[in-house]
């Protein structure tokens, strides 16, 4: 689905880094609405065209459907590896991105085709856009002068990303859940989220979690 017109505006400095991928086509394969609400900003003044699918199953149909001008995979996905996704579109020529809040899974992602790996959160503007333009025509943007920060976690972007954990955390996919989690906890600096995600492979690590990320959601005010 396209990406939602709405969501926190990002800064008005931006404007220096507005180089334009007009006409250009990207798909975000990603689970996390904060970092996929962070692209959405980081790309809404080139004039990208951005779809997201949250899931190895949805990239294969938006794949079927349509020819992105670059893939954007998130490593870790509900129904599997984000490889396996990388590896089909780069025996089909496409240019493809890695991303990942686990900077070990660089060298899985570039055996499996990635052109590159980008770790979560993503330490710079500009260079992230400068990335994407090589990828797409082989140039990246004139240099600015100036720096813009990536934009903050918008509330309700983490809000459903921490509903979403806590309603996994004491099912069965526990790698998967406490990979989402850490990488979600790196995206917004949450340490303590971060430490009880490394110790959640036990029951009891998992209930810490559990009820830490509760907590969490219980500081987020109600939507509404």
């Given at each position: ?40 900003l980081?790309?809404q ?5 951005l ?17 992105p ?7 870790g ?5 984000g ?6 579109a ?64 918008d ?6 990303d ?20 850490r ?10 989220l ?7 492979g ?23």
């Amino acid at each position: 689905m396209p990406f939602p017109p709405d969501g926190p505006g990002f800064p008005a400095a931006n404007a220096a880094l507005s180089l334009s991928l007009r006409g250009v086509t990207v798909l975000v394969v990603e689970d996390s609405r904060v970092t996929c609400d962070a692209l959405r900003l980081i790309f809404q003044r080139t004039g990208a065209r951005l779809r997201r699918a949250g899931t190895l199953a949805t990239a294969r149909r938006h794949l079927d459907a349509c020819r992105p001008d670059v893939l954007i995979v998130d490593l870790g996905l509900p129904d599997g590896r984000g490889e396996a996704l990388i590896a089909l579109a780069a025996a089909d020529g496409l240019p493809v991105l890695a991303l990942s809040g686990d900077p070990d899974g660089r060298a899985a992602a570039m055996d499996a085709g990635a052109i590159a790996f980008v770790e979560k959160p993503i330490p710079s503007v500009a260079g992230f856009l400068r990335l994407i333009r090589q990828l797409v025509a082989g140039v990246g943007p004139e240099p600015t002068g100036q720096e813009i920060a990536p934009p903050a976690a918008d509330p309700l972007a983490l809000r459903d990303d921490l509903a979403f954990a806590a309603a996994l955390v004491l099912g069965p996919d526990t790698d998967y859940v406490t990979g989402f989690v850490r990488s979600l906890a790196r995206a917004t600096g949450d340490r303590d989220l971060e430490a009880a995600a490394l110790e959640a492979g036990s029951d009891t690590g998992r209930a810490a979690l559990s009820a830490l990320l509760t907590a969490r959601l219980s500081a987020i005010s109600p939507v509404g």
